[in-house]
């Protein structure tokens, strides 16, 4: 069936480094992604969100570029730092009735 | 403060003991979902409710039942609980759902429940 998916399970950075979370999607209909953060004990936040007529958004320390030749969307957190520490998922609304969402990539950030 | 907030938190039962896990949202959104984390297997969609009334399944609906009789509030209902609905339960809302175009579609998630039936 279709599925969003992450490519790495955890990513490891330096603080200050530029981190960046790999996505493939399979579903070539979707028109719609999320990027969510999700720190220990709380729930699923929102970060980004990218519409399948861009190539690229920004938002304030990350951006998101969507590649539709190949199904992959990226998230890019610039200068890293420890509060960025979480697991993040990317989401396809699917027809925009639901969110399917990846398993999730845990970034851990070194002082 | 705009939020979706979820009772319980915790939650230990037993084997068969009906539970209900309430969510709430104070932003007057339409859309409404529930959601299970499980290790590996990342969040799956429970139920969903596009407005008052108006509820359909989602990819691992059973062993559950929702009601959406206003529309802040969404209730999970497990009738009969089993081990393997063990697990880290959230709600989630949104102002837009699919036909609605122009969006906004993000969903804002609940603090979530951790359920576990013994």
């Known amino acids: 069936g279709e599925s969003v998916g992450l490519h790495l399970p955890t990513l490891s950075v330096q603080e200050g480094d530029n981190s960046i979370i790999n996505c493939a999607y399979s579903n070539s209909a979707s028109d719609y992604f999320i990027w969510y953060k999700q720190e220990s004990g709380k729930g699923p936040q929102f970060i980004i969100d990218i519409r399948s007529n861009m190539d690229k958004r920004q938002g304030q320390r990350v951006t998101v570029l969507l590649n539709k030749t190949v199904k992959h969307l990226s998230l890019q957190i610039a200068a890293t730092q420890p509060g960025d520490s979480a697991v993040y998922f990317c989401?396809?609304?699917?027809?925009?009735?639901?969110?399917?969402f990846g398993t999730g990539t845990r970034l851990l950030v070194s002082p | 403060e705009a939020q979706v907030t979820q009772n319980p938190r915790y939650l230990i039962t037993v084997t068969g003991k009906k539970l209900t896990v309430t969510c709430s949202q104070n932003?007057?959104?339409?859309?409404m979902s529930w959601y299970r984390q499980d290790p590996g297997l990342g969040l799956r969609q429970i139920y969903y409710?596009?407005?008052?009334?108006?509820?359909d399944k989602g990819d691992v609906p059973e062993g559950y039942k929702v009601s959406r009789k206003e529309k802040r509030n969404f209730p999970l209902i497990l009738e009969s609980p089993s081990p393997n609905q063990t697990s880290l339960y959230f709600c989630?809302?949104?102002?837009?759902?699919?036909?609605?175009?122009?969006?906004?579609?993000?969903?804002?998630f609940g603090p979530g429940t951790r359920l576990t039936v013994t």
């Open positions: 989630a809302s949104s102002l837009s759902w699919g036909g609605a175009p122009g969006g906004p579609y993000e969903q804002y």
């Open positions: 932003m007057n959104h339409e859309y």
């Open positions: 409710s596009m407005n008052v009334e108006v509820t």
């Open positions: 989401a396809d609304l699917t027809g925009f009735q639901k969110l399917v």
